[in-house]
């Protein structure tokens, strides 16, 4: 009963509601007229107007709101310092986009790559231990005459096979120095998955180049030894015969069909001898001896020793009073190497059974440090975005509809209320004054500083009107000066040119050279990416002359005749063969050098001109060619001074001679002379090939341009090939040959050759790295005053900010307007005042940029924000020459008397026309001088030489590095070139040194080996030195003296100098101490056979940072 009496309550409410809203809508004017207007034409236009800005406005957000929200965004994410995981996680999500700049931008590998290695495990092996060669040295019948047998050359070959795991081991030592000092470079983070593809490259990379460098070194003295005929102590390449004279003359050996004169590889099988009746037991599987024990080893295979039997069985057979104890090696325990694998094979691996390398990429994570990372995420607006978005809007919006939508509704309503055609014609008849009255009442009346509520009062309309004319004068003077100011000042804009062709790059830059900046994605890139260099060698390399045909057809061109040993006949064959092997060596030098020329690194942090960079990329091929020109040289020239330092009997004697005593049984030495020079105190003797009649001697042919002398490499370049660019003469020298058939050999064509002339030496074609042609190629008022002076308290009392329009006189609510002023002025003040405690009281980061600051600047600067102090380097590599400086003293000796011409030429002939025992220091010093000499000049081409690489290095670095960091990173630097320096030379040395010693060299001045006769054929007698013989050891000793010459008594020990079986050996050992004490000179002196003392000055210890001994 009571909802039916409810029911017509609510309706009566609704409807009271609804009309009363309606009337509110009908009359709602948001534009109301200032001052307000009565009359019914205007207010009509003012509601019209304000339904439609309502309407307008609301259409407006709409599609506002909706183009906003729907939209998709690209929104650029910073994280500061992630953690390796947060990368991670980041990389996996948004890999396209993610960027992590480092703030370490060039990390050295050791810092996150770890290289491990096993060698073949022969290297840890009984096999290579000194008890297993000594073992075998004290063998019986070890220096009997069957030089193919085991018990006598197999003491060399354990040699030559412990001297390879020592070298290999030192060689991987060293360039693991070099590979972990070697930067890797990059701006940003590098993925993991890529980080692991380019360590596996670094990796490979470093394997194949020490494999390629060691195999290199090791080629190139084996060639010039075998280009040298230097002759084997051991009697394997050739043998001592003695004519009718008694003095001694040589043969080359043969192996089958092979002969050692025309190739150093002929081999036979290795056999177990029974001693001492000397039959053959059984050969022993996989070992080969040959012209050289190192060739030979080469060959060979370690099947026997992976076989306990087989060893047994040698043990037995040797016959030792002494049994030793070695173990077989394992099979089980190889994976890269199998039984049969030949030493050639184990050492093109490196000997390397294992590489355990590793790159953590934690660690390098961590040396990288980025400082943050950024990625972008396609999304829609937040809402935040979204309504802050409007209500920027809104403003703009209103406040511009309110301006055009009451002037649009005007025009509107006068088009469509038009007065009658009569007032309508005579509006037309006088427009231009119905206009300019309009606009000049217009004017006149114009007023933007209306007072609120709007006044009537004259004389204020008079002060707002004057105040708009000059607000609006005021308004367009210092516009147009802005303007002017604006139009005629020069402003720096910056313009983005994403993703720039290289066309465009180059329009921009002939444009904008000075101004413009290409930043890198990439800022390291490999050589190989941009230059490729091509080379063409001497035609020589590639003509009938260096072929293994043509050397064996010179083996053979004097049959059975024995020649004297200057006959181009029987030098030619090593000369060819030394030819051959210069454009293999070069060429390989050549390709190894690139290879590592091209994993060199360009950083740069932006694109460099065209200009720059052309000229910057020559400087890099100039360097390249140098470097490898400067290295290769010095690696010849380190194998020539050590042969000669050694006096290593070449095996045509083309250096020493020898005489036979039949009553002594004994040989005498005797050093060559070509005109005034002995090969004895000089390797560059020479004299011009010749060719001489087989029966009479007699001097039949001279040939052009080629000479011979102590050694064929140093004769070969001081030679030129003048006579093989000409057929005729070529087919002269033929005509000299004792063979069955004439070789077919076409002449050089000197059309062809664009860098050489006929008559260049080889030393000068060597000089030139024997490159015919190099083609390189390069792939941005009264009024105001009577209110100004009111009483503050009922200024206060009546201000009213929030007046209503139109002004109202209604107390209550002009009382809610005061009310509300006072609460928005007390708000405000609070706000405000918090605002400021807070700005002012929280700690702030601010970044302070400071342009081009000088070195001093910086350091003010990093003394005071050391922390946070960044500063970039518009250039982030920087070649080591423009800020180290390396000098360099060598050790005093260098620049004494001891090591000039004038010294050696006094040493050479103190002893007069006399002879005495080798350990005699007059005959000593003949070849200790020279020596010491050439390790002067060698140490001081090696450090010029790296000096050169070095300076080239570059320094990267993103950022200006602190003072103290700085000198502590050239410190190491220097360190680690001064390190990798000396163990470069000193391994070059030991290699030369330890191969010298495995392949038995002999010296021609027999400090290592005598010969004498056995069983009718001449047989190595290896000299002992107290209980050590040069057999077994290369660094036997004793101490160098001075004899009588008539009774050969000793009359004075030198002290600190010995004599060994080589002369490097021996010299090593020694020290200087009597050449600091000018006592002791004068008293070497007073033995030699001299006309006249020299005069020569001591060394001054106090001068040295080494103690005399």
């Known amino acids: 009963m009571v909802l039916p009496q409810q029911m017509p309550i609510n309706t009566k409410s609704v409807s009271k509601l609804w009309k009363t809203a309606e009337v509110f809508l009908s009359n709602l004017n948001l534009l109301p007229s200032v001052p ?78 770890q290289i491990q290695y096993t060698l073949h495990q022969v290297c840890h092996s009984d096999f290579v231990a000194q008890e297993w060669i000594n073992y075998l040295a004290n063998s019986p019948g070890s220096s009997g005459e069957f030089y193919d047998a085991f018990r006598v050359s197999g003491t060399f070959l354990f040699q030559a096979l412990s001297t390879l795991c020592v070298l290999v081991d030192q060689t991987i030592s060293n360039r693991l120095i070099e590979f972990y000092s070697s930067q890797y470079v990059s701006a940003s983070v590098t993925p993991s998955n890529l980080f692991q593809l380019q360590t596996n490259a670094f990796i490979s990379q470093f394997i194949s180049s020490t494999t390629n460098e060691f195999l290199l070194s090791f080629a190139m003295i084996r060639k010039t030894t075998q280009s040298n005929a230097l002759l084997s102590g051991q009697f394997t390449n050739y043998r001592f015969y003695v004519d009718k004279n008694d003095d001694l003359y040589t043969r080359s050996l043969w192996y089958g069909a092979c002969t050692c004169s025309s190739s150093a590889t002929c081999i036979t099988q290795y056999k177990v001898i029974n001693y001492p009746n000397f039959t053959q037991i059984f050969p022993l599987p996989g070992l080969y001896t040959g012209c050289y024990i190192i060739e030979s080893l080469l060959q060979s295979s370690l099947e026997c020793f992976y076989d306990q039997v087989c060893i047994g069985n040698i043990l037995l057979y040797l016959g030792s009073s002494t049994l030793i104890n070695v173990t077989a090696l394992d099979i089980s325990l190889s994976i890269q190497f199998l039984k049969n694998s030949t030493i050639a094979d184990v050492l093109d691996q490196l000997m390397v059974e294992e590489w355990n390398s590793s790159s953590i990429y934690e660690n390098y994570y961590s040396e990288c440090q980025p400082s943050g990372c950024s990625y972008t995420v396609t999304s829609k607006n937040s809402v935040i975005y979204i309504a802050t978005t409007l209500i920027g809007l809104v403003g703009g919006l209103i406040t511009v509809m309110k301006l055009m939508v009451p002037m649009l509704v005007k025009v509107a309503r006068k088009r469509i209320y038009k007065e009658v055609k009569t007032e309508t014609e005579t509006l037309v008849q006088e427009p231009n004054v119905s206009i300019l009255y309009k606009l000049k009442d217009y004017f006149l009346t114009f007023n933007i500083f209306p007072s609120v509520p709007p006044t009537t009062d004259e004389y204020q309309l008079r002060n707002q009107h004057i105040s708009t004319r000059l607000f609006i004068f005021v308004l367009i003077i210092l516009f147009s000066i802005l303007l002017l100011y604006i139009s005629l000042i020069n402003i720096t804009q910056t313009v983005n040119v994403k993703a720039p062709s290289i066309q465009q790059y180059e329009q921009l830059y002939n444009s904008y050279s000075q101004a413009l900046t290409c930043e890198c994605t990439q800022i390291s890139i490999n050589y190989e990416k941009f230059i490729q260099i091509q080379y063409t060698l001497h035609q020589l390399c590639y003509s009938d002359f260096i072929t293994q045909e043509w050397t064996n057809y010179l083996a053979t061109s004097y049959g059975n005749n024995v020649l004297n040993n200057e006959d181009f006949r029987v030098t030619s064959t090593f000369t060819f063969q030394a030819m051959s092997a210069f454009c293999t060596l070069v060429n390989q030098t050549i390709s190894n050098s690139l ?67 039949n009553y002594y049984n004994d040989i005498t030495y005797y050093a060559q002379q070509y005109g005034n020079c002995s090969c004895y105190s000089s390797a560059t003797c020479i004299t011009p090939s010749p060719i001489y009649d087989l029966t009479k001697g007699t001097l039949l042919f001279t040939v052009p341009g080629l000479y011979t002398g102590c050694y064929i490499i140093e004769s070969l370049l001081q030679s030129n090939l003048r006579c093989f660019y000409n057929q005729t003469c070529i087919n002269k020298l033929q005509s000299y040959f004792v063979v069955s058939s004439i070789m077919n050999v076409t002449a050089l064509d000197i059309s062809l050759s664009t860098q050489f002339l006929q008559n260049s030496t080889i030393a000068d074609v060597l000089n030139q790295l024997m490159v015919e042609e190099w083609n390189s190629s390069m792939v941005t008022t009264n009024e105001r005053t009577r209110t100004l002076h009111q009483n503050p308290k009922f200024f206060f009392l009546n201000l009213n900010l929030f007046p209503s329009v139109p002004p109202t006189t209604n107390e209550y609510q002009l009382r809610n307007q005061r009310i509300s002023t ?45 922390q946070a102090l960044t500063c970039d380097c518009t250039q982030i590599s920087i070649n080591y020459e423009k800020f180290i400086k390396i000098q360099y003293t060598l050790h005093q000796i260098c620049h004494s008397d001891f090591v000039t011409q004038e010294w050696i030429t006094y040493v050479a002939g103190s002893i007069g026309g006399y002879g005495s025992y080798n350990d005699d220091f007059r005959l000593l010093g003949k070849t ?119 009774w050969y008594t000793i009359l004075f020990t030198v002290p600190g100098l010995y004599t060994g079986c080589y002369i490097i050996e021996s010299l090593l050992q020694s020290n200087l101490r009597c050449f600091y004490n000018q006592t002791c000179i004068n008293k070497l002196q007073s033995y030699f056979v001299v006309s006249s003392i020299m005069n020569v000055t001591a060394l001054d210890i106090s001068l040295s940072r080494y103690i005399s001994d």
């Open 928 to 1046: 200790i001088f020279p020596t010491m000499s050439a390790f002067c000049t060698l140490v001081n081409q090696t450090i010029s030489n790296s000096l050169i690489q070095f300076y080239s290095t570059q320094y990267v670095s993103a950022s200006v590095t602190p003072e103290n960091v700085f000198e502590l990173q050239t410190k190491a630097f220097i360190s680690e070139f001064v390190t990798s320096t000396r163990n470069e030379f000193l391994l070059s040395l030991v290699m030369i040194r330890n191969i010298t010693q495995s392949n038995a060299l002999f010296s021609g001045t027999l400090t290592n080996y005598d010969s004498a006769q056995a069983y009718g054929v001449f047989v190595r007698k290896p000299i002992w030195y107290g209980d050590c013989t040069c057999y077994s050891s290369a660094t036997c000793i004793s101490q160098s003296v001075i004899y009588d010459l008539v």
């Open 36 to 113: 307000p207007t009565t009359d019914e034409y205007q207010l009509r236009n003012q509601r019209i107007s304000t339904r439609l800005f309502v309407s307008l406005l609301i259409i407006l957000l709409t599609i506002v709101f909706l183009y906003i929200s729907l939209i998709n965004i690209t929104q650029t994410v910073n994280v500061k310092t992630p953690s390796i995981q947060e990368y991670e996680q980041l990389y996996n999500t948004y890999s396209q986009t993610l960027t992590c700049e480092c703030t370490q931008i060039s990390i050295n590998y050791e810092n996150f790559i």
């Open 822 to 866: 006072r609460l928005f002025i007390a708000l405000l003040i609070m706000s405000l005042a918090i605002l400021l405690l807070y700005t002012s009281l929280i700690n702030i980061t601010q970044t302070v940029s400071v342009k081009t600051p000088s070195i001093q600047e910086y350091t003010q600067l990093h003394n005071s924000y050391s």
């Open 595 to 661: 290879t590592e020329f091209y994993s060199s690194q360009y950083v740069s942090a932006s694109v460099t001109p065209e200009n720059v960079f052309q000229l910057q990329t020559k400087a890099f091929i100039s360097q390249f060619i140098l470097s490898t020109t400067d290295n290769f040289l010095l690696s010849l020239s380190m194998i020539q001074d050590t042969t000669q330092s050694n006096t290593l009997l070449s095996g045509e004697l083309n250096n020493f001679e020898f005489s036979f005593d």
